[in-house]
Nanobody, 120 residues
Framework: EVQLVESGGGLVQAGGSLRLSCVAS????????IGWFRQAPGKEREYLSCVRNSDGRTYDDVRVKGRFIISSDNAKNTVYLQMNNLKPEDTAVYYC?????????????WGQGTQVTVSS
């Protein structure tokens, strides 16, 4: 069974930083890509970033490029999202999801999400 578990969310002031973690199990981690998404209340889910675990290639959405950094630790089956210079509009539930081999295919299993709240 594929399982993704996010952690690291919380309450932070604007300008602060958080690092989210996504631990994957039930997959051959190196063969997969892991993406980060977020969804704010009343808004659609947004794609943020993705890493292809086979070679570490990353794909960032322009809205977070330069502020959010995705990375992976294949030995720990974990993908991180380092979020810097956070803004109130970054407040959302953050999710990770897995895709077989490529960031450009469909994402399959999803985690339960972790809440990030940025105060002004």
């Amino acid at each position: 069974e594929v399982q993704l578990v996010e952690s690291g969310g919380g309450l932070v002031q604007a300008g602060g930083s958080l690092r989210l973690s996504c631990v994957a199990s039930g997959i051959t981690f190196d063969d997969y890509a892991i993406g980060w998404f977020r969804q704010a209340p009343g808004k659609e889910r947004e794609y943020l970033s993705c890493v292809r675990n086979s070679d570490g290639r990353t794909y960032d959405d322009v809205r977070v490029k330069g502020r959010f950094i995705i990375s992976s630790d294949n030995a720990k089956n974990t993908v991180y999202l380092q979020m810097n210079n956070l803004k109130p509009e970054d407040t959302a539930v953050y999710y990770c999801a897995e895709a077989m081999s490529s960031c450009h295919g469909g994402f399959g299993s999803w985690g339960q999400g972790t809440q990030v709240t940025v105060s002004s």
